[in-house]
């Protein structure tokens, strides 16, 4: 009797806090399926699209004299495909990663698929700077890292005064095209990412002309602003698709979504781009 | 596309001497230059104690008021409520330096002091700012104690009481948007909403200055219902985005932050505007993802050049609409002068 009267109370707490209201997630009205609408240009949906889409043009162009950020949207469009998921059509302008300067525009899709897998992306971008001046300063950039006898190695890039070693700025860059590969994987409609800093850089030498680097990276996530720590392998020749293999942290910060607490993800999931690493 | 031209140096007199405005500044140098601002301008600027922070440090503001028997209106601006958005400290103070440099000579600045106080309070989180120097450069949040001491800090953007804990937030305190034990629970955000609220009849204007992303968000992140005078806030946001676009060719985004960021509940900025403040706005400055954060100083003039054409853009609308006709206010007594 006297255990009960103890446990009663505990057992009241329990259940009050089960009751508690969970934050919710704004909800998208239901749409027709199949129609295509449009969307304000502004709207992250849009926007957050758009970004998915470079960070998958950054990847596959692996090439970082050559990256680009987004600009402006200038048209967005979305359909609804029933049991498959939602398709964005995009126009969009591109700026020079670094100098901001424009770099021409794009037109792209994005599916997000209703499973959860990486989002299909379409992107065709207009040149403004000469192709050829670009592959010529990824090759400068590649002898300048191959002539270095000894690893390269490096940590907090940038860093907390935004200062990057102009030495250090190739791996920096190859970060950035790397992290485009983790980045367009784990986005989402609701889920978008930066790469805000590589913590730490490590070179592997290797015997072929390829290069190859450790990092771990920092990826700031939207909405819940954390800092996702990542380990990042990556091998790069000029001219040829980049090599990404990463595991992130598990992420068991999750926005309340009124649906039910998920736990946190497993952890240590390693994925690999290329075979025979 | 960098404007390489140097500040107008007026008065050296008014500026601490060698104070270097294009640089990120650790809190020790930040509450010096309050002071020292304070006993160049006596005439125009005195330092208020707004409150504490959780480790018991001091929150400023500064007050920059003309001398004046007009009762005035207030403009208020906020830094610094995120930790590691260095940038926008830095804005507070190049904004005071400006103003103090140039209330003289600018026409638009002299005609708003007339009528408007302006308030600025250049680091609110100080704990967690202090914090990103020392310990960990990402910080966010105050530097709150939970779970008996395992676990630090609060998102004080997401503590005030505006829909507070509804969505867009965490109640772990593990989370980067932690909300808090409950609405104000934060002794940052009590000490700047209790003194709001002392003074909302007089404030038309709540400005609150973060990174990055480069918007001017307009209410509300907690709800997608627009706010009652949301075309006229548009309106001047897209004036003010215009405006800081013609400096270096920035380009912002203009809306609300829940259609054009996302929904979170509980900011300082849809409080100001629940609880009467007109013209509510928070700022996102540079960059757009490229740096984020860790902004590099070169960016600083730049950033802050433009940021201040926006914000007096805004400022200046503000007065244009509350104080019409003119700088000068005739009283009935001149009137009849003029008359005869």
Known sequence: MQGLGAALPVLLLLLLSAQLPRPAV????????GVERALDPSSRLAVGAARVALHNYNFHAASPSGLRALGQVRKATVKSIPGVGQKCYLQFTTEDYRSRENAGSCLATVLYPKKKSPPAVNIKCINTKDQKQIQEEDNRLYQKLKRQTKPITGSNIPDSFGNIEPALEPVWALAVAGSSYMMWEKSTEKVGYFMTQVKSVKQWMRKDDSLEFDYVILLHEMPTQEMISCHMRLIWLPGHPLKVKYTCDSENHRLEDGSGMES???AGIIREREENF | LVDESMPKQRSHRQIPEGYNYTEYHPMEEIYKWMTQIQESNSELVTQHHLGKTIENRTIYYLQISQPSNKPKKIIWMDCGIHAREWISP??????VKEILQNYKSDAMIRRFLQNLDLYILPVLNV??????????RLWRKNRSPYMNGTCYGTDLNRNFNSSW???GVSYNCTSEIFCGSGPESEPETRAVAQFIEKKKTDILCY???HSYGQYILTPYGSTTTPPSNNEEL???????????MGKHGTSYKVGSTSSILYSNSGSSRDWAHMIGIPFSYTFELRDNGTHGFTLPSDQIQP???ETMLAVTTIIDYVDQKYFPGGAVMLTSGSLSLSLL
């Open chain 2, 90 to 95: 830095a804005f507070c103070q190049w904004f």
């Open chain 1, 26 to 33: 704004a909800e998208q009205p239901p749409w027709a399926p």
């Open chain 2, 127 to 136: 704990d967690g700012y202090i914090y990103s120097w020392e310990a960990e």
């Open chain 2, 303 to 305: 950033t802050c050049e």
């Open chain 2, 207 to 209: 400005l609150t200055i």
């Open chain 2, 234 to 244: 548009m309106h001047v946001a897209q004036k003010a985005a215009a405006a800081l």
């Open chain 1, 264 to 266: 946190g993800s497993a």
């Open chain 2, 165 to 167: 804990g509804s969505v």
